[in-house]
């Protein structure tokens, strides 16, 4: 499965989203890697599986990046997510930003990433060296997004034992 290569089932090649030489005008790259960590919570994590609205996030990712270009006047934003199951370590997402100056560069980068995290219809199960697996609600899909509640990751558990 993939999705104009924005959402894919493949790892992520990061060297070509850096574009070093295609903006000259830009001093600032800011990359994001978000890579499957083994804990969540205290719980002991195996691995992960991605679902995705796969046209409709790819969609959003792409206003994503229009929007994060606009917003903090950057020439360049790409991000790129995942699908399907990743082991501990494996690339989830990746943002690359390039802009004039560091601080835009920073900034349009979390921002991308947030968004991403707050709009697309992606969803992230886990599963547990105990047998379980969970769903993780760590965000919503919605503007008006509460980010107090946005931190609380509660989960729909299920046994696998």
Known sequence: MSFDDVISAEPI???PLLALDEYP????????????????????????AYTAHGPLAA??????????????????????????????????????????????????????????K?????WKEEFYVDGTSAFVEGCCIRDDFDDHAAHDHSHTSHDHA
Not at 34 to 44: L, P, Q, S, Y
Not at 65 to 76: K, L, Q, S
Not at 80 to 100: F, K, M, N, T, Y
């Open 13 to 15: 090649a990061v060297e």
């Open 25 to 48: 005008e830009c001093g600032g790259l800011a990359m994001f890697v978000g890579t499957v960590r083994d804990h969540h919570e205290g719980r002991a994590v195996s691995r992960l």
């Open 59 to 116: 969609k959003i990712i792409r206003e994503v990046e229009a929007t994060t270009r606009a917003r903090f006047g950057v020439p360049y934003c790409r991000v790129r997510h995942r699908v399907g199951e990743l082991g501990i370590g494996d690339v989830a997402i990746v943002c690359v930003v390039r802009a004039p100056h560091r601080a835009e560069a920073f900034e349009a980068c979390r921002y991308a990433v947030d968004a991403v």
């Open 118 to 122: 707050h709009g697309a219809p992606i």
